[in-house]
Every structure is written in structure tokens, then in C-alpha cells.
């Protein structure tokens, strides 16, 4: 809050209060429970990775007498070092979707690298297959003792009810509007103009998944749904028009009015009032809508067709287990693309990530 310039100190005092019980007190409850309940995460995390393990190494003795046992037990180590990478780079990336984004592709990729070189690793005796078999052992079972957690945990944890039902937009708003206002004096550069459009493209998409509160709508009301996504479109679009003023700057005074429009939508966040974020947004465009379903879809119908197609490719089509796996590794990854974790999920995986691989 200290960081947003052209505030007078009675505003910000206002705002800060808002944000206080609107943002700060659910996130710090959130991970505060997160935190008192990490060994029960941790013991469920060792059960499932010590099972997964032996059940692997069985399998692959199974599959192949000649196997050596401990190479999925080296994979393990290379999977937590690939762990604690991910967590780093994930914790240098401003903007919570596409933290989101990396996070997602992150599991896709393990879930379906586990079947995928399991299979292939008995058709072809190589170490580095058990290698890579063993390392996505680990993401995949930090997924599944969060998940099975938050599942089980949900129905006994006392939520704290936010002021505003944008709580999460409020909040990347308000870190969008710090990073513009504290990169003001550096506005000529053309590393931290990156940076802004960046951020503001993030926010965009923050906007345009959180304000369509598909969570408040469930999925059977799809005349609900449609009109709630129309105006989180034309809200995105609205915060994509911030880009222009950053990247023609030309003075501090552009990036202090492109931080001041974002508190004013921070404002009427957390303040409920939906109706003002609407005020200056264009009507829906038509373009927007074709390219945010295609998003969703190509990448489904893409993999879908790579399982379909490619083992008949003639060199793979003679090796029947090969074939297999390649089928069985692009459905899972088609299956996930579509059903993986959205927001709310990735971000409380980060945080158990962020907390089990941090140093002590």
C-alpha cells in the first residue's frame, strides 16, 4: 500500500483497512493452516512416495528381470531437485496465473511421463528411462497428498469470510498497482516497461477467469455463466488498455496514472461494485470470446489427435507396447489439459511446495 503514489494519507488509510480485511486475513488464516498442518502433508507425502516407489520398482523387475532397482530411487532424487527448481523459478515469476500456468504444466507433465516411460522402459532397458519413471514420482505424489488434504481438511476448517467476493482479484490489482507505481522512476526503461505489460497482461487474465465466479454459478447454469463471462471479458479487456500509456510513456506521471485507474478498480472490488468495473468496458467482443474457447479446446484436440495418429506412424506402429504408451501418455495429458487444477488449487499446491522445499 505504501508503495501506490498520488494517494492522499486519509484514502490510504481507507483502502488499507479494506484491503486488510478483504485480502490479508483470509491469505494469512489460509496458510497459517497450511503451515500447522504440514507434518500430517508431509507424513502422507512419504507414505505415498515410499509406495509408489517399491510398487514401481516391482513393476519394472517385472517388466524387465534385468532392471536394477535403485535406478527409480536415483529418479527420486532427481525428481525433488526438479522440485525445488520449479519452486524457485515459480517464486521469481510475478502474477499468480501464470504461476498458475507453469505450475499446471508442470503436473501435466509428470502425470504423463509416469505411464509414458514406464511402459517404454520394457520395451527399452535404459537407465535414464527409470530415471525420468522415478522423478515423476515425486510431483506426482505432492499433488495427491495435497490434494487428498485440502479435500478431506475443507469441511473442518472455519472459513474466514472476506469483505468482497473479488477477493483474489483484489489482491493481484492491488500487487499490479505497487509494481507499476514503485517501477515509475525507471519508466524509460525498456526492461521494466516488459516487466508492466507483463504484469498488466497477467492481471487481464486474473480478471477475466476470477469475475466470471464460476465458482458461485456451479455447472449447470450455463445462461448464468455465459453473462458473468461476458463482462470478466470486457473487464480484461478494459485492464489490457493500461499496456499503451506504459509502453508510450514518457514521464513517471504515465505510470503513476496507469497505477491510480487500478486502484480505482481495486476500489470498486472491494467494495462489491461490479457495475462500476463495467463502466468504461466495451461491449463483448466477438473475437475475444472465439479465442478464449480455442484456448480451452486446441490443446485437447491437439493431443487427442496425437493419440490417435501418431502411433500408426509405420516405425512406432510395429512396436505394439511403444504404441501403447504413446497412446496411453497423450490421453492422460488430453485428460488433464482438461480437467487439471484451475487457480484455487495450483495456488495451495504452491504453497505446500513453497513450505516442504524451502531450507529450514
Not at 509406495?51 to 529418479?75: C, E, M, R
Not at 532424487?77 to 504461476?99: E, M, P, Q, W
Not at 504408451?325 to 511446495?353: G, Y
Request: net charge positive.
Amino acid at each position: 500500500m505504501d508503495e501506490l503514489s498520488g494517494i492522499d494519507e486519509m484514502d490510504r488509510r481507507i483502502l488499507r483497512a479494506k484491503v486488510r480485511r478483504s485480502v490479508s486475513r483470509s491469505r494469512a488464516t489460509s496458510r497459517y493452516y497450511s503451515a500447522l498442518w504440514m507434518p500430517v502433508i508431509l507424513i502422507m507425502l512419504a507414505i505415498l512416495i515410499t509406495g509408489l516407489t517399491t510398487a514401481t520398482s516391482q513393476l519394472l523387475q517385472y517388466w524387465n528381470h534385468s532392471s536394477d532397482p535403485s535406478d527409480v530411487w536415483i529418479g527420486l532424487l532427481i525428481g525433488y531437485a526438479s522440485l525445488v527448481a520449479i519452486t524457485a523459478i515459480l517464486k521469481r515469476v510475478h502474477g499468480r496465473f501464470r504461476r498458475n500456468i507453469i505450475l499446471k504444466r508442470f503436473l501435466i507433465l509428470a502425470f504423463a511421463a509416469y505411464p509414458s516411460f514406464s511402459a517404454t522402459y520394457s520395451v527399452v532397458n535404459e537407465s535414464w528411462i527409470a530415471y525420468t519413471t522415478g522423478a515423476a514420482i515425486v510431483p506426482i505424489s505432492f499433488f495427491i497428498a495435497t490434494f487428498i488434504f485440502t479435500t478431506i481438511s475443507k469441511p473442518a476448517k472455519r472459513p474466514v469470510a472476506p469483505d468482497t467476493v473479488y477477493d483474489r482479484t483484489a489482491e493481484a490489482m492491488l500487487e499490479t498497482a505497487a509494481l507499476i507505481s514503485r517501477s515509475r522512476t525507471m519508466w524509460h526503461s525498456s526492461k521494466v516497461s516488459r516487466r508492466a505489460v507483463l504484469a498488466v497482461e497477467d492481471l487481464a487474465r486474473t480478471c477475466q477467469s476470477t469475475l466470471a465466479l464460476r465458482s458461485r454459478i456451479g455447472r449447470w447454469n450455463a445462461d448464468i455463466f455465459s453473462q458473468t463471462a461476458v463482462e470478466a471479458l470486457r473487464v480484461a479487456h478494459v485492464v489490457r488498455e493500461h499496456k499503451k500509456p506504459i509502453v508510450c510513456a514518457s514521464a513517471p506521471q504515465d505510470f503513476d496514472d496507469v497505477a491510480a485507474s487500478l486502484v480505482s478498480g481495486l476500489t470498486a472490488l472491494l467494495s462489491n461494485d461490479r457495475d462500476k468495473l463495467l463502466e468504461n468496458a466495451p461491449a463483448a467482443i466477438f473475437k475475444d470470446r472465439v479465442k478464449e474457447i480455442l484456448r480451452y479446446v486446441f490443446p485437447v484436440v491437439l493431443l487427442t489427435a496425437a493419440a490417435t495418429f501418431l502411433p500408426m506412424v509405420p516405425p512406432i506402429s510395429g512396436q505394439e507396447k511403444i504404441a501403447d504408451s504413446i497412446r496411453l501418455t497423450f490421453i492422460v495429458a488430453a485428460v488433464l489439459a482438461l480437467v487439471a487444477p484451475r487457480s484455487d488449487s495450483s495456488t495451495k499446491i504452491l504453497d505446500v511446495l513453497s513450505k516442504a522445499t524451502s531450507p529450514k
